[in-house]
Each structure stands twice: as structure tokens, then as C-alpha cells.
């Protein structure tokens, strides 16, 4: 999903708006220049009026319309556009020209002035001027008034008025194109303090408590950098309150379960060596139910085992969340020798190994350094021979391995036993994840969550394979080790 930009949502949105004023602007700027075409073309309209006016007598009570050459050669040049008149005495019958020309609603009430008008003739507009005209006879001493109309299609004029039309619109596009390009570069230039904070909040070490600085930022900008100042404070407070819990949580829980091993395993050698007396003692001796102390050692060992499977899952989940990506942990890295630490752990575990019947075995092909923390590298180690011991099954055989593969830093922990299935083998890494053909095995499920955890913070790789012979390969590998 593409994140929304904020400079496309600013010229967006001033877009539409320019779009609207745009058009607007185009109909006023059309009113204007067919006024402006008007105000030129009637001129030519009220020349002929005048022209025509030269023209018309009154003789012996008739109306006589004499055309001057001018207006006639007017009517017929006029290219692009018909020219129309009608000359009609008022309130009379017409005297010469198109009868059925458009009349006005009103006519000029001064005599000589001139009217001008819209009307529709045979389908197409008109612009009409209109003339009203006192004609003399002076041997008679008569007076007639004639109304003189001249009409003209307005094509000319519509053209005139697109054509300044389209010249403003064009200028007007250049403004809007102008004014975005500006509009961009304002919000790019605007946005730099957001991107220079930005920069630095994406540098800051995870546990940087420090405050986010203010100088030189916007003030708009400023209440959103002391939100986030206020929540690294919180976050800050939880993380070292969180902290403090865990290791509470460890001094407090590890001592109690401590000292309840030691006790059941007291009580249990105890209950051991008053059962054995029991067989070979005195009659008063048989008469403290040596039944009952045997169902007692049953107890106890049941109780030693859930109180030892008790502190394994409380290390185990401790370990889980000192790791969690969310505890601000941080890995002090330094150089380690993980065929030492490897071959340490493997040697730890070798008398659980014997107990079972499995031969637990540690190759090297080369002396070995990783960046990392030791006591984490165990760990990881110890909770792969950990899995490996419980679940490939007892007399297996086990290999703790440490090469070098392409230049990088390889663990791996191979067995001969059941393997997990491909299908699991995401799964295996969540926590208290327990598949079917393990759920008779003891353990909690959080050893490869730990394994898992551990390779994150060092940037390592973990895969997992399957063994040649059958059985389970897994594999760790680590970043190389920058040259000094």
C-alpha cells in the first residue's frame, strides 16, 4: 500500500480549487469580451444606421428608401456573418427590407437615438440596431417617423470573443502551472526541518533517553516533537520499570524454587534411606509402613521434577524477555571465540548426554570469532544441545559443529533422531509451541524461541535442515567478522 504524499495532497487540493476559479474566470472573461465585441461591432450597426438615414424622403406622403452604395456594399462584403434590415413606418406596414425582423420590446423614445438589441431570426442570433427616424416634407409640411433596423448574425463576434478568450484561458493555465510548481517547491522546501528530524530520530540509538531537540524547527512542528519527547519519557520509565520487575521477578522466584529443590531432594534421599531400613531393620521399624514410604518417594520425585521443569521455564522466560525486541535490551558486543564457548557448553552437557546413552560429540574445523556477548552465545548453544538431547530420544548420537562457510562464522547442531517435519518448521520457533509427536517429551517450548531470539540480537541467520541419514540439522550463521 503507497503511503499518501504530502506535497501531491497539497497541489491536489489547491488543484480543484484553481480548477473551479479557472472556469469561472473563463465565463467572466467571455461575458466581457463579447461585450467588448459588442461595443465593437455596434458601431459598425449604428454607421449603417446612419447611412441608410440619408437615404429615406418623404415625397407627396410617401416614404422613397434610397440605399447609398456604402451601406449596400457593407451588407454584401460583410464576410463571416449576414447582415439584415427593415425599414417600417411606426405603427405602419414595412417599407422596404425583411419584414418579419425581430422587433424590440420598446422602442427609442427620442427621435435620432439609436437601440440596440438581441433577437433570433430564422434560427440564428441576432444583434439589431434599432433607429428611430422623423422624415420632413417641407413643401408639405408633413412629418412621418420611420423605425430603421439593421440586424447582424453574431459569428464575427462570438469568434472575437473565443479568441480572447483562449488567450487569457492560456495565460491563466501558465499562472496555475507556475503557481503549483511554486506551491511544490514551498511545501519540499518547508517539509526539510520534518526530514531533518526525521534523519535524526531514524539515527538514535534504541536506548538513547535523550530528548528530541527543538532548535530550528517550525513552531508548528514543535508541539509534535514534545509529544514525542514526552512519550521516549514514558516509554523510558516503562522500559527501566519493566526492568526492574524482571529482575525482581528473578532474585525473587529463582531463590524460593531454589531452596524447594533442595528441600524435595533432601526429603527425597530421606524418604530413600528410611524405605531401605525399613527391609533389614527392627519389627518396630516394619510398623511405619514401608508401602507408605514408598508412594511418599514417588511423590517427592514427581515434585523435584515439576519444581526443576519449574526453573528451567522461569530462566526461560526471563531470558525470552530480556530478549524481546520491545525491552530496549542492547548486546554488548565484543569478539568471541564460539569454538570455545561451543566447545565449553558441549562439554557441560556431556554427563546429561551419558545418562541418556547419547554420544555427544563437538567438531572444529577452525578457531572461530564472532561479535557477540558470551554468556548469550551459551545460552543459545546450551538450549540447541538442550532440544536435541530431549527430543531426538535416548542412545542417539548428537554433533555440536563449528566451521566457517563462505567467510562467515557456522553453528550447527546436528542429531540422528525423528527431525521435525517441513511443515513445523516455522512453527517450532513461537513460544510454548509443542507439536503432536512431542507432547510426551518434557519441555516448555521456549528453547528455540530463546535460540531464535539470541540470533536476532547478534544478526544472525538460523535454519533448519535435515541431516543426511535422517534427523535434524541446525543451523546458525553469523555475520563475518570485520577485519581489524
Known amino acids: 500500500m503507497t503511503r499518501p504524499n504530502l506535497r501531491v495532497r497539497v497541489a491536489l487540493w489547491l488543484l480543484l480549487p484553481l480548477l473551479l476559479l479557472l472556469a469561472f474566470d473563463a465565463w467572466l472573461t467571455y461575458q466581457r469580451a463579447m461585450n467588448a465585441a459588442h461595443a465593437a461591432f455596434d458601431r459598425t450597426l449604428e454607421f449603417s444606421l446612419r447611412s441608410i438615414r440619408d437615404g429615406i424622403r418623404l415625397r407627396d406622403g410617401r416614404i422613397e428608401v434610397d440605399l447609398p452604395y456604402l451601406a449596400l456594399e457593407m451588407f454584401e462584403s460583410n464576410g463571416g456573418g449576414n447582415i439584415y434590415y427593415q425599414i417600417r413606418e411606426e405603427g405602419g406596414a414595412v417599407v422596404t427590407g425583411y419584414p418579419d425582423l425581430p422587433d424590440a420590446k420598446k422602442a427609442p423614445a427620442e427621435p435620432y437615438s439609436v437601440r440596440f438589441y438581441d433577437g433570433v431570426f430564422r434560427g440564428r442570433p441576432l444583434r439589431i440596431a434599432m433607429l428611430r427616424l422623423p422624415v420632413h416634407d417641407v413643401p408639405s409640411a408633413q412629418t412621418r417617423v420611420v423605425l430603421v433596423r439593421v440586424g447582424e448574425t453574431i459569428e464575427q463576434r462570438q469568434a472575437l470573443a473565443r479568441e480572447i478568450l483562449t488567450g487569457s484561458l492560456q495565460q491563466e493555465f501558465l499562472l496555475v502551472v507556475l503557481a503549483l510548481g511554486i506551491v511544490w517547491l514551498g511545501v519540499a522546501r518547508g517539509l526539510r526541518p520534518l526530514n531533518r528530524l526525521s534523519a535524526k530520530v531514524a539515527a538514535r540509538a534504541e536506548d538513547d533517553p535523550t530528548p528530541l531537540d527543538t532548535v530550528g524547527l517550525p513552531s508548528e512542528v ?4 514534545d509529544s514525542i519527547n514526552q512519550y521516549i519519557g514514558r516509554t523510558q520509565l516503562m522500559q527501566l520499570s519493566r526492568r526492574r520487575f524482571f529482575n525482581d521477578a528473578a532474585h525473587q522466584l529463582k531463590t524460593p524454587l531454589a531452596v524447594i529443590q533442595a528441600e524435595a531432594e533432601l526429603a527425597l534421599r530421606d524418604s530413600d534411606g528410611v524405605g531401605a531400613g ?11 509402613n514401608p508401602s507408605g514410604n514408598r508412594r511418599q518417594g514417588v511423590h517427592l520425585r514427581r515434585l523435584n521434577r515439576a519444581v526443576q521443569q519449574a526453573v528451567r521455564i522461569v530462566q526461560q522466560l526471563l531470558s525470552l524477555s530480556r530478549l524481546d525486541a520491545d525491552s530496549g535490551y542492547t548486546v554488548k558486543h565484543a569478539a568471541v571465540p564460539l569454538h570455545k564457548v561451543a566447545r565449553s557448553v558441549t562439554l557441560d552437557w556431556s554427563p546429561v548426554a551419558r545418562s541418556r546413552g547419547i554420544d555427544l560429540g563437538f567438531e572444529q574445523d577452525e578457531r572461530i570469532e564472532v561479535m557477540g556477548q558470551t554468556d548469550l552465545l551459551a545460552e543459545l548453544v546450551g538450549n540447541l544441545i538442550d532440544n ?21 562464522p557456522l553453528l550447527q547442531v546436528i542429531d540422528n533422531g525423528p527431525g521435525i517435519p517441513v511443515g513445523e518448521r516455522d512453527a517450532v520457533f513461537e513460544r510454548f509451541y509443542r507439536s ?13 524461541s530463546i535460540v531464535r531470539e539470541i540470533a536476532r540480537v547478534h544478526g544472525a541467520l538460523i535454519a533448519l535442515s535435515d541431516a543426511p541419514g535422517g534427523g535434524l540439522v541446525v543451523s546458525v550463521l553469523f555475520p563475518a567478522l570485520e577485519p581489524a
Open 278 to 288: 525399613v527391609g533389614v531393620g527392627s519389627a518396630s521399624c516394619g510398623e511405619d
Open 388 to 408: 536435541a538431547i530431549r527430543y531426538s530420544g535416548d542412545g542417539a548420537v548428537i554433533t555440536v559443529r563449528v566451521a566457517s562457510e563462505n567467510g562467515q
Open 222 to 225: 514543535a508541539p509534535l516533537v
Open 436 to 448: 503432536e509427536a512431542t507432547q510426551t517429551v518434557e519441555g516448555s517450548g521456549l528453547g528455540l
